[in-house]
């Protein structure tokens, strides 16, 4: 059980293009979904926290209105990275709590590349 | 954001030694989490840690919440090649909707 899911699992897109990931949770309902950043040999970096129904919760330093993320229903988040760059090549983690909050569970993760 | 200092950053060694590595923080936690991600995929959960002292074992692995709440070790014995991957240490906050913090991380080779 508790299987997270993300869709595609690699994208390569122009510079200036808008680009959507989906995170799904298969089998349990997600009250909170979490998305993170992760760039080459380096540590995975909170991005942002979304709770269904409510608008997300960004950290410090992610800018909100490029880093577009919709918690519509209670098995599916996405991210929609807008007028995409270079440097916003990374590989993108979503997870995934349930009701008691206290296990996150992974995604397989994104890896995006643009040219 | 703030990242938890793991040491050592990598290592190498051989099939069937054990392997000890650790994280440390300027702060309290009041829950660990040891997870391994293997290249291009997301990390896996491997061992949590829930009260200060605590030592707890999954199979190979072994890992204890330090007394101070401030740090954590992850042991694992008789190393094997499987087991090749980057160890993350992540903390968690009572309060903060299960957000975690991750460690730098420790890459860990496994020649035969």
């Known amino acids: 059980g508790a299987v997270v899911s993300q869709h595609p699992s690699w994208v390569i897109c122009k510079s200036g293009t808008s680009v959507k990931i989906e995170c799904r949770s298969l089998?349990?309902?997600?009250?909170?979904m979490f998305w993170y950043r992760q760039f080459p040999k380096q540590s995975l970096m909170l991005m942002a926290t979304?709770?269904?129904?409510?608008?997300?919760?960004?950290e410090q330093g992610v800018e909100k209105d490029k880093f577009l993320i919709n918690h519509a229903s209670l098995t599916l988040s996405t991210l929609t990275v807008t007028s995409a760059h270079p440097e916003d090549s990374s590989f993108y983690i979503c997870?995934?709590?349930?009701?008691?909050?206290?296990?996150?569970?992974f995604g397989p993760g994104t890896r995006l590349l643009v040219l | 954001g703030q990242q938890l200092n793991q040491s050592p950053q990598s290592m190498f060694i051989q099939e069937g030694e054990d392997v000890s590595m650790n994280c440390t923080s300027s702060?309290?936690?009041?829950?660990w989490l040891w997870y391994k991600q293997d290249p291009g995929e997301g990390p896996v959960l491997l061992i949590a840690?829930?009260?200060?002292?605590e030592l707890t074992s999954n199979g190979r692995l072994t890992a204890q919440f330090g007394i101070t709440r401030k740090d954590s070790f992850l042991n694992i014995s008789a190393s094997i090649p499987s087991d090749v991957g980057i160890y993350f240490c992540?903390?968690?906050?009572?309060?903060?909707?299960?957000?975690?913090?991750f460690g730098t991380g420790t890459r860990l080779q496994v020649t035969l």
């Open positions: 979304s709770n269904e129904g409510s608008k997300a919760t960004y």
């Open positions: 702060s309290i936690f009041n829950t």
């Open positions: 997870s995934a709590t349930d009701r008691d909050q206290e296990t996150q569970y």
């Open positions: 089998d349990f309902q997600a009250t909170t």
């Open positions: 840690l829930y009260k200060a002292g």
């Open positions: 992540a903390g968690q906050r009572s309060g903060t909707a299960s957000k975690l913090t």
